[in-house]
């Protein structure tokens, strides 16, 4: 094959349940030259097993399968990572082993890149839960700018900052890289990293990509490796802010750091993680409350009032009983 026209990247860790479906999806599109990078972190569930047999049944795409396997789990974000080092496509894109194109996805996304000479093209998504929802995705101006402020929207014109609904320019997509230890949000930050350089984005109007939410995946995980996550990632987004020129996109970055921080920490219990921890993540927000008041009143919107931890606030920090109060009831 000659130099591919996109690269997809698959992770893949203990999905066997849904690994049969995600790969014949991929391997009958409509794009023929298309080059497949599958990285299995170390399952232990028969996963690689899965994709070796699948492979098998599709003979006229072997020669544009990589395979990487991992000794041991290494994370998302270093899976991703290694992933991105290894395409060669002229576009490059990423697929939840979990979830599944329809089978054009990478055909219409492509031919709209090329189309618009567009370093960016976002699709539409379907969730599916126990029934199945179309998130439209379209920004409300064609910006880095607008696509940022959206990630952090929590309404009907919010955007969801994923991957796999973004086809990047293999040039715009090397220029930046996942950071290894950030397991929730690697992607949004990602994408923030290479919106700051103000890339032409286009949209195309159609649902392609199916995103299934199930229990046990990153989104849903909790306990001392996901906070100290969340921890790191907030460090990211702070030094990101710092880079950015724009103070438009660095108002967005505030926005989005306060909506995050916000509602991450409702999903901790003070009786059982590590107070310590909590008492680093309880900082980060005090940080972000000092730096952007109107990020944290955008924020309100996506919280939900957990009272153990609101009360575990006011015995740690007593002088931001006040302030804290009027934030999360007024």
């Known amino acids: 094959m000659q130099n591919p026209k996109i690269s997809i990247i698959i992770p893949i860790y203990n999905v066997s349940e849904y690994l049969e479906k995600n790969l014949h999806a991929l391997f009958n599109q409509t794009l023929p030259e298309l080059e497949y990078i599958f990285i299995d972190d170390a399952s232990k569930d028969g996963s690689h097993e899965i994709l070796e047999k699948i492979i098998g049944f599709y003979p006229h795409r072997a020669s544009n399968i990589k395979v990487i396997r991992h000794k041991f789990n290494r994370g998302i974000s270093f899976t991703r990572q290694e992933g991105l080092s290894l395409s060669t496509g002229d576009y490059i894109i990423h697929c939840d082993s979990d979830d599944w194109p ?149 108002s967005a970055i505030d926005n989005f750091i306060g909506v995050t921080l916000c509602s991450r920490i409702f999903r901790y219990d003070p009786e059982t993680e590590d107070i310590n921890l909590l008492k680093k993540y309880q900082d980060s927000i005090r940080y972000n409350i000092d730096k952007s008041k109107a990020s944290i009143i955008k924020a309100k919107g996506a919280l939900k009032i957990n009272y153990k931890f609101f009360k575990w606030l006011n015995t740690v920090v007593p002088r931001y009983k006040k302030a804290l109060k009027n934030f999360f009831f007024r």
């Open 102 to 250: 329809e089978h054009n996805m990478y055909e219409l996304l492509y031919e709209k890149a090329v189309a618009e000479n567009a370093d960016i093209v976002i699709c539409d998504y379907k969730k599916i839960t126990d029934s199945t929802e179309i998130f439209k995705q379209k920004p409300e101006e064609l910006t880095a700018c607008s696509v940022l402020r959206q990630f952090s929207y929590t309404n009907e014109n919010s955007l969801i900052g994923a991957v796999w609904n973004k086809l990047i320019r293999k040039e715009i997509a090397k220029s930046s890289a996942f950071t290894e230890g950030i397991e929730y949000c690697e992607d949004v930050l990602y994408l923030m990293s290479l919106l700051k350089n103000k890339p032409k984005i286009t949209y195309l109007d159609k649902p392609l990509y199916n995103y299934l939410t199930r229990t046990g995946s990153l989104v849903t995980r909790k306990g001392k490796d996901a906070l100290l996550s969340d921890l790191k990632l907030f460090e990211k987004l702070k030094e990101l802010r710092s880079e950015t020129p724009d103070s438009n996109m660095r």
